[in-house]
C-alpha cells in the first residue's frame, strides 16, 4: 500500500459512475467520477478527476487516501446491516410462530 502510485483510479474518495445496461446490468465509466473527499469544490474535483481518470499521467491531488481503507469501511458497514437484518427476521419469526402459537389455541377452545 504505500509503495502504490498516488491516483484517483486508487482513491478511498473516487465514487466511480456506471450505467445501466439493457440486460439491467451495470458497467462502470473507468473515465468517469467524482470525489468524495469534501474538501475542494466541485469544479476544483472535476478537473483532478477528469485529468487523472482520461489520461495516464494524472496524479491524485493532496487528500488522496488508499482504496483500501474505503473497501475494510464498506465490508465493516455491510456486515453491521446483516447482523442487524438477522436480528429483524429472528424478531419476525418469532412473531409469526406466536401467532401460529395463538391460533391454535384459539382454534381449540
Not at 78 to 87: Q, V
Request: proline share 1%.
Amino acid at each position: 500500500m504505500e509503495n502504490q502510485t498516488k491516483s484517483c483510479k486508487n482513491c478511498r474518495y473516487l465514487s466511480w459512475h456506471y450505467v445501466k445496461m439493457r440486460g439491467g446490468t451495470f458497467q462502470r465509466l473507468d473515465s468517469c467520477g467524482h470525489c468524495l473527499s469534501g474538501k475542494m469544490t466541485l469544479n476544483q474535483s472535476d478537473k483532478i478527476i477528469k485529468k487523472c481518470l482520461r489520461t495516464c499521467h494524472g496524479e491524485a491531488c493532496e487528500f488522496w487516501g488508499p482504496v483500501e481503507i474505503k473497501l475494510e469501511e464498506r465490508r465493516e458497514s455491510i456486515e453491521d446491516i446483516l447482523r442487524h437484518t438477522a436480528r429483524v427476521l429472528q424478531e419476525m419469526a418469532f412473531t409469526l410462530e406466536d401467532d401460529k402459537s395463538i391460533k391454535e389455541q384459539s382454534q381449540h377452545n
